[in-house]
């Protein structure tokens, strides 16, 4: 499952709410948009992976299309 979407929405918040009895999982969360910078990958057992991806447009990071597309077109 990825998360996708504009710079500041909320995507970390999210997924840090989603995990809010794990404690073990850390999941970084920012007030400045921009502040994800690379695909974040969390497991949920053997179940699936949810993936914290950065926001687009406000503070997009450079690469964010090199980052991001290579991920979308390959997943299965």
């Known amino acids: 499952v990825c998360f996708m979407g504009r710079s500041n929405v909320g995507k970390s918040s999210l997924i840090r ?19 994800t910078k690379k695909l974040n990958f ?16 406000h503070n997009a990071p450079r690469d964010f299309v090199e980052m ?7 997943r299965q």
């Open 42 to 57: 969390f497991t949920v057992g053997k179940a699936f992976t949810l993936v914290d991806m950065p926001g687009y447009g």
């Open 68 to 74: 991001v597309e290579p991920y979308l077109q390959e």
């Open 17 to 35: 709410a989603l995990f809010s009895l794990a404690p073990e999982v850390d999941v970084r969360v920012s007030k400045t948009p921009g502040h």
